[in-house]
C-alpha cells in the first residue's frame, strides 16, 4: 500500500539544526570529468566505455566499494587510472549549481551547521571546495576512504557532524541528488531532502521527505519564510508530496 505524506501549509516547520549534502549533481556539476575519467579506465582494460546515461545510473557507490566489482582483481590499477586522469582534469569542468552558494551562505548566516558527506575522494573534494571558495561553510568535508566506509553507511555521517558535536537525527537534513543519498538519509535517522530529477531506482524502498529542483528553488522556500526571529519556517510555497510506503518494498 502507498500513502501520501502531506505537507501542512499552515503549520511551521523549524529550521534545521545541520545540514549534509551530497557534492556532485547537488552543490556543483563535475559529471563530464568524472565519466571521462572512468571511461579512460574502462578503454584502457579493453571495455566498453559508459554513456552518459548508462554513467548517471551507475555511479554512486564509492570507488573501493564500486572498482572491485567492475575491474575484478585488477581494481587497484583502474583506480590509479581514474585517479591520474581525474587530478588532471576535475578542476577544468567544476561549476556551481544555480542556486548553491546563495542556500548555502543562507544557513550559514542563520548558524546552521553545514557539512558534505559524498563518495568522491576526500582529497578531490576538498580541493573543489578549496578552489571555490566554499569551504568557510562547511565544519566538515567527508569524502569516500575518509570514514571506516562510505556512503550510505552511517560512519560518513557521524564524521560529518562530529565537529558540532550534533548526533544524528530529525533535526539534521540530508540534500542529495540520488537514491543512494536518500538511503543514506533513511540509515541514520536523518530527513531525506531530494534536490533535482532523481537518479536511480531505489526510491520506492528510500523516499525523499520532499523535493526541490535545485538549490534555488529550496532557497526560494526559506527566503520567502523565514519568520521574525530567523528559526522556523512556514511552508507556503508548493512542495512536491512523494509517495511513502508503509512497509519497505522487498
Known sequence: ?????EISLSSPIALPRAVIYDWDNTLVSNWDTVREALNHALVSFGLAPWSAEEARERIKAS??????????ERWTEARDLFYAYFAAHHLDGLTPLPGAET???????RGVYQ?????KNGKFLRAEADA???TRYFGKLVGAQDAEFDKPHIAPVRMA?????IVPGQDVWFLGDADIDMECAHGAGL???????GEGSGFDRFPPAHRHIDCTALHRVLYGL??????TISLQTAVETVPTRTTPAP
Open 161 to 165: 557532524l562530529e565537529p558540532a558535536g
Open 115 to 119: 557539512a558534505v558527506v559524498s563518495n
Open 226 to 231: 523565514v519568520d521574525g526571529n530567523g528559526d
Open 132 to 134: 571555490l571558495g566554499w
Open 63 to 72: 570507488l573501493r566499494d564500486s572498482f572491485p566489482r567492475i575491474f575484478g
Open 1 to 5: 500500500m502507498t500513502i501520501h505524506r
Open 191 to 197: 530527513v531525506p531532502v531530494l534536490i533535482g530529477l
Open 103 to 109: 542556500l548555502l551562505r543562507h544557513f550559514h548566516e
